[in-house]
Each structure stands twice: as structure tokens, then as C-alpha cells.
């Protein structure tokens, strides 16, 4: 299967996520294949000036509950990341993995986060993902912030 179409799939699937128009795989992206490499897990960094953000992170609902997501965080790299998450699966694997719960990751990462949640609104409206911006919106008190230094 080729990654971008398994990708765009879990994008589908999950709400929380961004829309799978925005799916794609670069340097910043980490996958985890099974043992014929097809993809079961997909973890995307972004730079927020003071350190990096997990903005996307997905297993395949198949492969859940197998310590996936703690060999995908390990695979995020060290030094400062942080996550938003509502996930409470995902917040446990976090807390196992040495994250903190905080209450915001400082005022540059935060001005980065708002403008590219700004730009990803914008997004969703013009290409008529409502339903996914909806959800997002009525969930968005729910998401918890996870840093690690």
C-alpha cells in the first residue's frame, strides 16, 4: 500500500487530525511499517521556534494496544517536544514516555501554534471540511498540552 493513500485514510478516520488533503510525508515524518512495510503508525514534527510539536500522530486502529505509540515516540527524537492531545490512550503512552502535563508550551510556541491553527481553519473552510472543523471546535477545551524537555 502506498503510504500517502494509507495515510489519507487515517486522516478519514480520525477527526482530531488534520484534513487529509494536508496529509503528506517529508523529512519531518515518522513511519513505522510492519514486517511486510505497509505503514501502522505515522508521527509528523513541526518546528515552533522553541522546540518542536507532534502534530499529527496515528496508529492504525489494527495495530493499537501493541506499544506502537511509545516505539513512535521514541522515534520523535529528544530535546523540547510538546503535544495537544485529547486522546486518553495517547496522553497515557505520553506520560509513560517522560511528557508533562502544562498549561501552555511559552508565548513564541504559542504564537506559532495559534497562527498555524489559524491557517489550518482557513483550510478546512475552503476545502468544505466542516464536519472535521466542527468537531475540532466543539472538542477544542478538551485537548491537553504534553511538553518534554
Not at 496508529?59 to 527524537?77: F, M, N, Q, T, W
Not at 508565548?107 to 472535521?132: D, K, Y
Request: hydrophobic share 40%; aromatic share 12%; with cysteine.
Amino acid at each position: 500500500m502506498d503510504y500517502i493513500v494509507w495515510l489519507k485514510k487515517m486522516f478519514r478516520q480520525e477527526l482530531d487530525l488534520r484534513p487529509p488533503s494536508l496529509a503528506k510525508i517529508n523529512d519531518n515524518s515518522i513511519i513505522i511499517q510492519d514486517i511486510n512495510d505497509h505503514p501502522i503508525a505515522y508521527a509528523t514534527r513541526s518546528n515552533r521556534w522553541t522546540g518542536f510539536e507532534i502534530n499529527s500522530f496515528v496508529v492504525d486502529p489494527a495495530h493499537r494496544g501493541r506499544g506502537i505509540s511509545h516505539k513512535l515516540l521514541k522515534e520523535c527524537g529528544s530535546g523540547r517536544i510538546f503535544v495537544y492531545t485529547r486522546d486518553i490512550r495517547l496522553q497515557s503512552a505520553l506520560e509513560k514516555a517522560g511528557f508533562k502535563r502544562r498549561s501552555t508550551p511559552g508565548f513564541l510556541a504559542l504564537l506559532n501554534i495559534f497562527i498555524s491553527r489559524l491557517v489550518m481553519v482557513f483550510w478546512m473552510v475552503f476545502s468544505l471540511e466542516f464536519r472535521r472543523l466542527l468537531h475540532q471546535l466543539k472538542h477544542l477545551q478538551k485537548y491537553k498540552l504534553y511538553t518534554r524537555e
